[in-house]
Each structure stands twice: as structure tokens, then as C-alpha cells.
């Protein structure tokens, strides 16, 4: 089987991740194919997906909604991961109690109903040059710190269990 490793970035942490689970789900036997989803030509010729998008505002990015809006019906036939890369790894103090409050927001904002086997918010990268200087200030005042936040055996877990559960089938 063809499993797709679909995902949108801006600063790139997005991509090392997706990068990490394709070479796991090879390491593990499948075929596996990473690509930004500005990229994506035939997605018919996938049996699984695997999709992925930095979060910013609490979304996707446009490019990635726009590939699950185009191929909603598709998606909606096959089995699906998704994965956000977002900050909760930056936040510290009271506001770590709310790192995770932000997935139903992501997953309510993605276009159409796609039925998906599991999403994980994960921690990515984020660097003093990625914000603005009000965008610094917020940070700031929700006590966040800057850094690579990529918790890679985690990510590595995510992996061998989209494995596992595609190569029982
Ligand atoms: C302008 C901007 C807005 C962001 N908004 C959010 C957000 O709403 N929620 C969140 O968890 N992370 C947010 N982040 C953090 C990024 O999602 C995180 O840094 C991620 O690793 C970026 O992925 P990328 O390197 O693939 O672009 C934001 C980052 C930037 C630069």
C-alpha cells in the first residue's frame, strides 16, 4: 500500500516531522510518499493518508484545509492521521494547563467532516524571527519561551502505531 505523508509548513518544522514519520512507515515496510500538499498530483493512487499542518490562529494553514476540502470525498474512503504542529511545548507555568485546549478548535476548523482514525497536536519550533513584534509580545505575556520543541520518540510512537494498525489490515 501507498501511504501518503501530506503536510504544510512556513518555517519548516512541519516538514522534518513528516519527513521522520515517512521514513519510520518505510522503515516499517510501507511505501511511503512526503509531500507538501501544494504538491500533490493523483492523490487517488494512495491507499492511506497521513496529513499534517503547522497551526497558526488556531487553524491549519490555507493550503492544507484546501487539499481536505478538495478531497473530502476521497479521504472520507480511505484510513487518515492528522497531525497539527502547534506550540503547546512552549508554554510554561498556569498556561501549560491549557497547551492542549486548543485541538478541538484545529479539528472543528477543518473544512467538511473527514472521518479520521486519530489527530495529535504536537510541539514544533518557534523562533523570536517567526513573530511579528506584537506577535513577541503576546508570546511573551502568555509565558512562552522560544525553542524546538519536536518530541521525536513521541513522534516515532505516532508512527509504529499508524504502522502497526495499517499493516494488521
Ligand atoms: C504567526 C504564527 C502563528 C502561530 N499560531 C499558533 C497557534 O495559534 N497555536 C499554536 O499552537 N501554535 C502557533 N504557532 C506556532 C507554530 O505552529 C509552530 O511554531 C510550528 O512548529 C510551526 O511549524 P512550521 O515550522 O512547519 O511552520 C504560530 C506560529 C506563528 C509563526
Known sequence: MLVLVG?????????????RLGMRLGAAGLHVDVRPMTEIHGPSAYGAFVLGSAVHSQAWLPEAQDFVRLNGELLGTHPVWLFSVG???AL???WKRMAYKEEPYITESLPGD????????LSGVIRREHLSRAGRLRFRLMGCRFGDFRDWPGIDARADQIARELLSR
Do not use: D, Q
Open 7 to 19: 503536510y504544510a509548513t512556513t518555517h519548516g518544522s512541519t516538514r522534518e516531522i513528516a519527513e
Open 87 to 89: 506550540m503547546p511545548g
Open 92 to 94: 510554561r507555568g498556569p
Open 114 to 121: 473527514v472521518p479520521y482514525r486519530r489527530h495529535w497536536l
